[in-house]
């Protein structure tokens, strides 16, 4: 394993504890410690110091996220830092036995660096000595700072799962903050316990009561009413009602209704869907105008262009929706949009066109490549050999 390089930053000087042990042992610090390093330029002893031999000064210390690391410079002479425990430990016991062991403080104090203050752990064995010395948090009842027992977290979950109570709800019968409660039904700490219950389970929005929910459930067991239009109807968002539909909320509701119906035709009777069928095939109106002109969502008129079989289908079949929805940026007469075609077929550039007609430049190029107003310029433009 190789001493971790770490980029150099601004000096921080600190100071630091070392090893009173009147025995020292000294060693050159080589490319087998520290690949890439100046030779015979530095040197490390078991008190937990490194000096620079060129010098004779102790080199530069400082602490990254509590760790002491140590300033050195490499054979191109530009400088690079390590950190000191893992130094020590390398020049005097060798690198890591396994790639998943990692250095250690027996006594936990990150600035006692040592030799005899140290030792090659696995990470897991790290973690243990860090909880045993009280450097890691303890988990569960282990923890002074905990106020539940594993039998309140237990009922906190049951209530949890039951999709009745409101977290801040539960975090005032325990006698805890909301935070704590939150954490729990997000599984941020007692998983130990939470991970033998359903916490996917949400509380609905706080205007609606338990009656409001029977309703809206009623509302779409009937098959009567769009999602978007029982979300207006109860104030809610759309996402609120499905999360009803699918019971992630309230699903101790939900079960009891079959919520799997679809509104019949959402609400678009035949001559409606004839108008909007005869709309878009003449590709003159946008999708804006037709949803305006028959009073029906975008999603609505997307459908019907591609013959979903939830839109009479013995209707739509009878229509070819061939040409592209309209794009107006102004209200353009139709002698207008023939001046347009003369003018294209004249030579007349696009901005030119534009210009003269106070408008944008792509609604010239719509127009001469039959995206805008084709039922007009049709009998004026070859498309195919239009220029775009």
Known sequence: MYIDQIPVQPYVLIYYYYDTNPNVEEKIITEDIVPGIMPNRFMVNTHGEVF?????????????GGYAVVSLVNKNKYR??????????????GPAPRPDMVPNHIDGVPSHNWLSNLEWVTTQENSIHAMSIGLHQMYGEQNPNNKLTIEQVKEICELIETGKYWDI???????????????IHNRKIWKEVSKDYDMSIKKPPKKLLDSDVHKLCQDIESGNYTTAQIAEKYGISVTNVQDIKTGHICGHI???????????????????????????????????????????????????????KNYYPEIT?????????????????????IEICKLINEGYSNVEIAKKFGTYQQMIRNIKIGQSYRYISKDYLDFDNSSK
């Open 80 to 93: 690079f830092e390590v950190r000191l425990h893992r130094l020590i430990l390398t020049a005097f016991k």
């Open 52 to 64: 620079d031999l060129d010098f004779n000064d102790p080199c530069i210390t400082r602490t990254i």
């Open 169 to 183: 709800e539960i975090a005032q019968i325990y006698g805890v903050s909301y935070t704590n409660i939150s954490d």
């Open 254 to 308: 939900s079960k009891d209704y079959d919520l799997t119906v679809r509104p019949a035709n959402f609400h678009i009777d035949k001559e409606t869907t004839k108008g909007i069928c005869e709309a878009i095939q003449s590709g003159k109106y946008t999708k804006e105008e037709i949803q305006k002109k028959f009073n029906v969502i975008a999603n609505t008129v997307d459908r019907i262009k591609k013959h979903d």
């Open 317 to 337: 079949s009878q229509y070819t929706f061939d040409k592209p929805y309209a794009i107006h940026t102004r209200g353009f007469k139709d002698e207008d949009i």
